[in-house]
């Protein structure tokens, strides 16, 4: 996808936008296999893990979505 503007109905939609509802996707999904796999012992932080897991998720999927070195 990159880091152009995406048009909708002639409005501008910011790709971080994107990124951002993607990352929170993978989060809650991330987070749900993670309660079921370790079970119901809660991390020692859980908003902070919340939070860390987002920001994860969000730097991920904005690195994978981005061009490739050198391709233009």
Known sequence: ???R???IGGIFISPLLVYLLLGFIVTVCLR???HR???HGAPWQEAWFDA????IATAAVAYLGAPAPGSG
């Open 1 to 3: 996808m990159g880091l």
């Open 5 to 7: 503007e995406i048009a």
């Open 32 to 34: 749900l296999l993670l």
């Open 37 to 39: 796999l370790a079970g």
């Open 52 to 55: 860390a897991l987002f920001v």
